[in-house]
């Protein structure tokens, strides 16, 4: 049965990308696309996107369109582009107006606005292509008006008359609020009551907490993090409107996208490997260690990290942690993020503490961040909360092995390795502390000096299957549920 998909998404990769939304919404997009459904990826066309490199055409009969939000008028045109590596088609809503600016999002007083045009204007493509989606599939905060605008504004329109909505929340920490003094930029007249109450008498209007309200699904990003929202510690204020819809929320672990990340054809990478010539992965390291002017030898264990510098990552943990145990173990550490200014700080110090055995590189790097996953011998992500996470998945395929925390998607996709009986892919502790931390990595030091259990945890991380074939079929299910 083949199915017709809006999907709209703030960001996409490769075009535009500050986080996991990006890939997701580009690789369900393609995942759907081969498997023959008509699926139609909508995002906004933003100055960042290089047009000399993602060609674009005019789509016919969506140029200079007048779309309104509220007392505002916007005038946009539609481009499109085929995804990389697939005939997908992106449709790029172009609006100098709101999208050409320095970054993708902003602390302007019009940022609703933005994402509110954009919604409207992807109800307005669908009425002039006469196409109607079986399933209108929103992603956080930018978009999570569309199911209370598909009851409310378009309930009128025949064409969305058989259209359900499906939200996810990648990150529920970015909620979109603002001022209820804007009430009018929703165009909702008379159908103001269908905005939560509370929040309008306590001056603000919350996108991301109508998208839970409305949709006739949600989801989030692994089936941990879909039961851990619904809690206070870490439903950020939506755990009363996640508890009263809990039969509507599904936790569905995002998958990996193979073709970038896989030691078998990494084409970051000089020399490939698998589960049966783990003898190449030895040799990256050396380079590696020899690239970065490493001073230990290639016998003893680093541990890598790929992260952005903020406390969701747990970097709290690794000022007390990381020290102490580069003081007692032997072991070399390479760091690659940026982020917050204390923690650019420490990590920087720590290389000057521990010369010729911590590098620290500020920024974020591609060709890097494939080596480290390639060369490393663990991972570290001890994140206080982490939706889904991908870098762990990565590692797992890399035979770089994880020490996470039990929280989200890492609880998911992360087995903790069990010597009596050889199975597990990792290290995993509960405790949100630098003591859990430290016993997680001296656990992960103690092992890679047992090499027969060692070599089981590596290969059986590299065994495990995260790829799109099986996460995206979840997504269709939800969607046939849905529609029948």
Same mark, same amino acid.
């Given at each position: 049965m083949s199915l017709t998909v809006c999907l709209l998404a703030s960001e996409a990769a490769p075009l535009s990308k500050t986080g996991g939304l990006a890939d997701v919404s580009s690789a369900l997009t393609k995942y759907l696309h081969a498997a023959g459904h008509d699926v139609?990826?909508?995002?906004?066309?933003?100055?960042?996107?290089?047009?000399?490199?993602?060609?674009?055409?005019?789509?016919?009969?969506?140029?200079?369109?007048?779309?309104?939000?509220?007392?505002?008028?916007?005038?946009?045109?539609?481009?499109?582009?085929?995804?990389?590596?697939?005939?997908?088609?992106?449709?790029?809503?172009?609006?100098?107006?709101?999208?050409?600016?320095?970054?993708?999002?902003?602390?302007?007083?019009d940022e609703?606005?933005?994402f509110l045009a954009f919604t409207r204007a992807v109800f307005t493509c669908c009425q002039r292509m006469q196409w109607s989606p079986q399933v209108l599939h929103c992603n956080d905060w930018h978009t999570a008006f569309a199911p209370l605008f598909l009851k409310a504004v378009y309930d009128w329109d025949r064409l969305f008359a058989g259209t359900r909505s499906v939200l996810t929340i990648h990150n529920i920490g970015y909620q979109g609020v603002f001022t209820s003094s804007a009430i009018e930029d929703l165009s909702l007249g008379p159908k103001n009551y269908m905005l939560h109450q509370d929040d309008l008498k306590a001056g603000r209007i919350n996108p991301l907490r109508h998208g839970i309200i409305y949709a006739d699904a949600i989801t989030t990003v692994s089936p941990t993090h879909a039961r851990e929202i619904c809690t206070d510690q870490y439903g950020m204020g939506l755990q009363d409107s996640l508890r009263a819809r809990r039969g509507a929320l599904v936790g569905i672990l995002n998958g990996v996208d193979y073709d970038e990340w896989d030691p078998r054809h990494d084409h970051y990478l000089p020399k490939h490997f698998d589960p049966d010539?783990?003898?190449v992965k030895a040799q990256l390291k050396q380079q590696l260690l020899k690239r970065l002017n490493l001073q230990i030898p290639p016998e003893l264990p680093v541990a890598g990290i790929v992260s952005r510098l903020a406390s969701q990552k747990g970097i709290d943990?690794?000022?007390?942690?990381?020290?102490?145990?580069?003081?007692?173990? $032997?072991?070399?550490?390479? &760091?690659? %993020?940026? @982020?917050?200014?204390?923690?650019?700080?420490?990590?920087?110090?720590?290389?000057?503490?521990?010369?010729?055995?911590?590098?620290?590189?500020?920024?974020?790097?591609?060709?890097?961040?494939?080596?480290?996953?390639?060369a490393c011998d663990m991972f570290l992500m001890p994140s206080l909360y982490e939706p889904c996470g991908l870098n762990q998945m990565y590692s797992l395929r890399y035979g770089t092995v994880p020490i996470v925390r039990k929280t989200?998607?890492?609880?998911?996709?992360? $087995?903790?390795?069990?010597? &009596?009986? %050889?199975? @597990?892919?990792?290290?995993?502790?509960?405790?949100?502390?630098?003591?859990?931390?430290?016993?997680g990595l001296n656990t992960a030091l103690d092992l890679y000096a047992e090499p027969e259990h060692w070599a089981r945890m590596v290969r059986n991380g590299m065994q495990r299957d995260f790829s799109w074939q099986r996460q995206g079929g979840l997504y269709v299910d939800l969607y046939k549920r849905l529609i029948a």
């Open positions: 139609r990826l909508f995002t906004p066309l933003y100055s960042s996107i290089n047009r000399s490199k993602f060609p674009m055409q005019p789509v016919e009969g969506l140029q200079s369109i007048d779309v309104g939000v509220g007392p505002h008028r916007y005038v946009m045109s539609v481009m499109t582009t085929p995804m990389p590596g697939s005939t997908a088609p992106i449709y790029l809503i172009d609006c100098p107006a709101l999208y050409s600016r320095p970054t993708l999002y902003t602390a302007d007083p609703h606005l933005r010539t783990l003898g943990l690794m000022l007390e942690s990381l020290p102490q145990v580069l003081e007692w173990r $032997e072991m070399g550490l390479i &760091a690659l %993020g940026s @982020g917050d200014a204390p923690y650019e700080k420490f990590f920087a110090e720590l290389q000057e503490n521990f010369p010729g055995r911590v590098v620290f590189k500020r920024g974020y790097d591609d060709e890097l961040a494939h080596w480290i996953e390639a989200g998607g890492l609880a998911d996709s992360v $087995e903790n390795y069990d010597a &009596a009986t %050889g199975q @597990g892919t990792g290290v995993v502790f509960n405790d949100y502390n630098a003591e859990a931390l430290e016993w």
